[in-house]
């Protein structure tokens, strides 16, 4: 996965079953070119993909293992309790008007680099905003000032959550556990029974109190030589 913004948060390369020695050639395409579009980037392997080779492969590569990241999943049969405070106001984004708010709150949010912005603008234009996209986007707004974003993907009967991030000064006020509510309440309106994610360390308490339980880790790989 490449979108050109200077952040190995947005690029990556992923494998879901073990790397076998015929690998070997495309991890080498895959390092080289990120490296020649001078892009940094996250080699995931998720759990069933796990070997020793595989381990091995990606250290012959010049690959170190720079976190293991909670992989979280949660059932939808829960009631999610409605925002009750007259400062919080949640929409889904259905407009470009608001979907460039929504890029400005996770921009800040997610602290990528400032000099990122120009390609962060071009990979969110390419959001889709249609009735029928698998993808739909929420925008928490806190005293009217748009404060938190969230993304959910449908597929099949599973939604993926993603880009779920509240800027710095509106955290500690119960904004991302309302928008994650509102996330999981149209997720289920829409059908789906179960939910995913993956989760940094500061989101995993607001997870837990919706129902999301830890399943497994994916262990994240870097470029020794960019860590």
């Known amino acids: 996965m490449r979108t050109d ?18 690998d070997s050639k495309t991890i080498s395409i895959i390092k080289n070119h990120f490296r020649e579009n001078g892009l940094p980037f996250w080699w995931w392997v998720f759990p069933r993909a796990r070997s ?26 829960a009631s999610y309790t409605e925002q009750s405070d ?29 000099e990122t912005r ?23 707004f806190w005293n009217e000032k748009p404060a938190a974003t969230s993304l959910l993907f449908l597929h099949k009967d599973t939604g993926g959550i993603y880009f779920v991030c509240t800027l710095a000064e509106h955290r500690r006020k ?17 059908g789906l029974s179960f939910a995913t994610l993956q989760s940094s360390p500061d989101g995993l308490g607001v997870y837990r109190q919706v129902g999301f339980k830890e399943y497994c880790r994916v262990d994240v790989y870097g470029l020794a030589a960019n860590l």
Request: proline fraction near 6%; hydrophobic fraction near 45%; aromatic fraction near 12%.
């Open 5 to 22: 913004i200077a952040s190995a948060d947005l690029n990556m390369a992923w494998n879901e079953k073990p790397l076998t020695a015929a």
């Open 52 to 77: 020793p080779l595989t381990a091995e492969m990606l250290q012959a590569e010049g690959f170190a293992v720079v976190d293991r990241i909670p992989s979280l999943f949660t059932d939808l049969t």
């Open 86 to 114: 007259d400062r919080l106001q949640i929409i889904q984004v259905g407009d470009r008007e608001n979907l460039a708010l929504w890029e400005e709150v996770s921009f800040a949010g997610f602290d990528f680099p400032p």
């Open 118 to 140: 120009r390609q962060y603008n071009r990979f969110i234009d390419t959001f889709n905003l249609n009735p029928d996209s698998p993808q739909k986007y929420f925008l928490a």
């Open 174 to 190: 119960g904004i991302g556990l309302s928008l994650m509510q509102e996330t999981l309440r149209y997720a289920r309106r829409a």
